[in-house]
């Protein structure tokens, strides 16, 4: 039968498979009622005038795929012709499923006509079935299409040359040895690469000379990068120079993916520039030496330009316009034919800008669509803010920007909002025109005044700062409640996550819940209302604390107090709103400990049942698992604030409770958190001291003050 091929976006392969069972057989053809699979195949061939055949060097396989038992699939080979040309006309295949794969290509790894293809597809045939299978084979090469502009000829001499590359780092040496695959391009042309094994990119040098003597100044090589690029695409590089831009030659790249029937034409020019007159965009611009001059240049003709300034958008040309407008703001722009310009921002811009760093953002796009960025970072004399600070220790380090260089003392001075009294730090140099002062006292939630002394006088604007808020506790208004039972009070909500913890577990499986939700201090807000009770024969304190319920035991149960806990600031104090009905002699207590606990633990366990080993106090420095063994030791107290409440208090009031720190640990941080709040002061460890039952304590509103 006749073969032949014909180049398209790659070559295509038709297989006609006629299902069945059986073997090959001569004579005249059979037909699918014979019950035999009959493969007739046929397919194109090259031309005979083409230079390079892929199909000289092209391989088919069919394999059967069948399941692994596992859920997965495995192959087996079971034809390869080699050539691809030397498949039969009539191939015999039982029933089933089958993958047909074709390479096609010497697998040249650069060359300007060797192209490799590869190409498989997977099909099924049943009993009698007769099926045409396409398979079409793509470019498996990196296609690199070079376009020189007329720009390229015009400003140099002849012998230009391009290396491009396949390789991750560029060497002019080991482009002209041969060391790696190169191809050399003189003039527009593609090439196709295969990357080798460990190398992901391609990459290119431009080497050439010019006798201009302007235009000789400017370097006589390029390099460059197209990364990670894939097969199957095609990445046309566009070369341009432009003697408006600094001597610069634009390199442009566009990926797609290739199809050799198509010769689209991409145009790239050099990006539009922003670039400083008199100081580099590189460096740090010193804010008082304006006004600041910047050169504009492009090849084409600029459509817009734009400045973002602390979120300020300033568009200083739309539509190839310029907005004069500006000019009272302290922007001015001349432009000089369209491609070039000087764009001046003076001192009464700089002016409004505030201390610091100031990043003027320009963004450019020219007539031809091409689009170009830049950034000026301006220095402005002033106070800045806090640098970096540590709330635990109460520390900070302030900053400002000082830029004259007839100053020749900076310090920044800073105080409270309702201070009246401004502190006084000396500044160092840190770096391009930033000063720090460590040494300022800052807390949490607090706002703050700073101001930068230049030679003792006040230079640039107060900036007025806020340090974070302290961290709070979760559900510490005791909104969230939930009774899986109807019966056992839990103080976070259905599905929540447990931080505060009661004795209802233990009470309530006795008896009722002695913790539970009741009316805030806040119309439509609630608050914990915690009751004394006596379960059967016992009095049990009505409590909430940081942590949970163990387990019951006998008449009592055990207690975990505490959680892991992390702060972002020190504490002063705990403020908390109660009421207390007092029965007795009976007290009310809240207390809160700053734990920091060893190896782990994250709580303390008090067991009612053996109170003398387990019981804890808030004045107490050390905890342990046993008081009678100093060797159970599970961490120590740095800071602690206690409230006991002794009268009866009818109407809602603010507690606020010191929170005491202890010398020797003022420089760790705690890992464990205990707040406890209870109606019997000390029921939480020893319900056989609860006497009288009946006093109630209301709790609202718990919060750290910093």
Same mark, same amino acid.
């Given at each position: ?13 038709? %297989? ?27 397919? /194109? ?23 692994? =038992? ?71 090469? #990196? ?134 007159? =008199? ?77 610091? #760093?100031?990043? %003027? ?126 019966? /056992? ?35 439509? /807000? ?54 207390? /009905? ?11 400990? %700053? ?39 599970? =961490? ?71």
């Amino acid at each position: 039968m006749k073969r032949y091929i014909k180049y398209l976006a790659g070559c295509s392969l038709l %297989l006609a498979f006629l299902s069945g069972c059986g073997k090959e057989q001569p004579g005249p053809a059979p037909s699918a009622a014979d019950g035999d699979a009959i493969v007739r195949l046929s397919f /194109t061939l090259p031309e005979a005038t083409r230079a390079y055949d892929a199909l000289e060097t092209s391989v088919l396989r069919i394999y059967k795929v069948e399941s692994d =038992g596992a859920g997965g699939e495995t192959e087996g080979l079971i034809r390869k012709y080699q050539p691809a040309t030397d498949i039969p006309a009539d191939i015999y295949l039982a029933a089933g499923k089958y993958r047909v794969v074709i390479e096609a290509g010497d697998n040249s790894k650069a060359s300007f006509t060797n192209k490799t293809y590869h190409g498989d597809t997977t099909f099924t045939l049943t009993d009698h079935e007769v099926k045409s299978v396409e398979v079409l084979c793509k470019l498996t090469n #990196i296609a690199v299409r070079v376009k020189f502009d007329e720009t390229i000829a015009e400003k140099f001499d002849p012998g230009y040359k391009l290396y491009v590359s396949a390789s991750d780092v560029f060497s002019k040496t080991a482009a002209e040895a041969g060391a790696v695959p190169t191809l050399t391009y003189a003039a527009d042309g593609t090439g196709y690469f295969i990357l080798p094994a460990g190398v992901s990119d391609i990459n290119w040098g431009f080497y050439c000379s010019s006798s201009d003597p302007i235009i000789s100044r400017y370097p006589g090589e390029y390099t460059g990068t197209v990364s990670a690029p894939q097969g199957g695409m095609l990445y046309t590089l566009t070369y341009k120079f432009s003697d408006f831009v600094d001597g610069y030659l634009s390199v442009s790249i566009d990926a797609r993916e290739y199809e050799s029937k198509h010769d689209d034409h991409f145009s790239f020019s050099p990006q539009p520039r922003v670039s400083g007159i =008199g100081f580099s965009l590189a460096n740090i611009i010193a804010g008082h030496i304006a006004p600041l001059n910047f050169q504009l240049s492009s090849l084409n003709p600029f459509a817009s330009l734009a400045m973002d300034v602390n979120g300020v958008r300033y568009d200083i040309m739309t539509g190839s316009v310029v907005n004069n407008a500006l000019k009272a703001q302290g922007i001015t722009c001349v432009m000089d034919g369209g491609d070039s310009g000087t764009l001046t921002i003076d001192e009464n811009f700089i002016a409004q800008l505030p201390g610091g #760093i100031n990043d %003027l953002a320009f963004s450019a796009k020219d007539t031809d669509g091409t689009d170009g960025s830049a950034i000026a970072r301006v220095a402005v004399a002033g106070a800045v803010g806090i640098a970096e600070s540590n709330l635990w220790f109460k520390t900070g380090t302030l900053s400002a920007v000082a830029t004259d260089p007839a100053t020749t003392e900076v310090k920044i001075r800073y105080k409270e909002d309702d201070a009246d009294d401004w502190i006084e730090l000396d500044a160092v140099l840190d770096a391009d025109y930033q000063y720090l002062a460590a040494g300022a006292s800052l807390s949490a939630g607090h706002t703050y005044h700073i101001q930068l002394l230049e030679n003792g006088a006040v230079s640039g604007t107060t900036k007025i700062v806020s340090t974070d808020a302290g961290i709070q506790l979760p559900n510490a208004s005791f909104e969230d409640w939930n009774a899986p039972d109807n019966k /056992t009070w839990y103080p976070y909500a259905q599905g929540g996550t447990e931080f505060w913890g009661t004795g209802n577990p233990g009470s309530a499986s006795m008896g009722s819940s002695v913790t539970v939700s009741d009316t805030g201090r806040t119309e439509g /807000t609630k608050c914990a209302k915690l009751e004394t009770k006596t379960i059967v024969i016992v009095k049990a304190a009505g409590n909430i604390f940081i942590g949970k319920f163990g387990a019951i035991s006998g008449m009592g149960g055990t207690v975990q107090m505490g959680r892991k806990f992390s702060f972002n600031a020190r504490p002063t104090a705990l403020r908390a709103w109660c009421k207390y /009905t007092r029965k007795g002699s009976d007290k009310g207590r809240v207390y809160v400990c %700053l734990v920091k606990m060893k190896d782990g633990v994250t709580y303390h366990t008090v067991d009612t049942n053996n109170a003398a080993k387990t019981a804890f106090y808030p004045d107490e420095e050390f905890l342990y698992t046993d008081k009678t063994n100093t060797s159970t030791l599970e =961490g120590h107290v740095i800071a602690y604030g206690d409230q006991m409440i002794e009268t009866t208090v009818g109407d809602w009031t603010e507690f606020v409770i010191p929170i005491t720190y202890r010398d020797q640990y003022l420089d760790e941080e705690p890992n464990v958190l205990m707040v406890t709040a209870t109606a019997s002061y000390d029921g939480d460890n020893l319900s056989s001291n609860i006497t009288t039952a009946g006093s109630i304590l209301w709790i609202d509103d718990v919060e750290f003050i910093y």
